[in-house]
């Protein structure tokens, strides 16, 4: 059993950075591959970023590829996602979740968490 805990959102201006958040507790952190999805009103929930057990192979959606970084400190239970060059497309609620591989199929994970909100303005 895992518990997933986002934080790290907010209203920012487009080209501006954050970086996200989502710790975990439960079973042993290291035990999962993690991944961040997002989505914006009137839209389904889209793959951004995965990343292996241990850190060793990430993936990330064509569209923010070069733009945010996923990576986790499996000492503090926590998966990153640093966004930079923010735009206004950015703009939804972002979710971690937890499986057994680092795939882009939402159905793939066995955990999720509840959200955050991250808002760009143009």
């Known amino acids: 059993q895992v518990q997933l805990v986002e934080s790290g959102g907010g209203l920012v201006q487009a080209g501006d950075s954050l970086r996200l958040s989502c710790a975990a507790s439960?079973?042993?952190?290291?035990?999962?591959?993690r991944a961040w999805f997002r989505q914006a009103p009137g839209k389904d929930r889209e793959f951004v970023a995965a990343i292996s057990r241990f850190g060793r192979r990430t993936y990330y959606t064509d569209s923010v590829k070069g733009r945010f970084t996923i990576s986790r400190d499996n000492a503090k239970n926590t998966v990153y996602l640093q966004m930079n060059s923010l735009k206004p497309e950015d703009t939804a609620v972002y979710y971690c979740?937890?499986?057994?591989?680092?795939?882009?199929?939402?159905?793939?994970?066995?955990?999720w968490g509840q959200g955050t909100q991250v808002t760009v303005s143009s």
């Open positions: 979740a937890a499986g057994p591989a680092p795939t882009p199929n939402r159905d793939e994970y066995d955990y």
């Open positions: 439960g079973r042993t952190f290291s035990s999962y591959a």
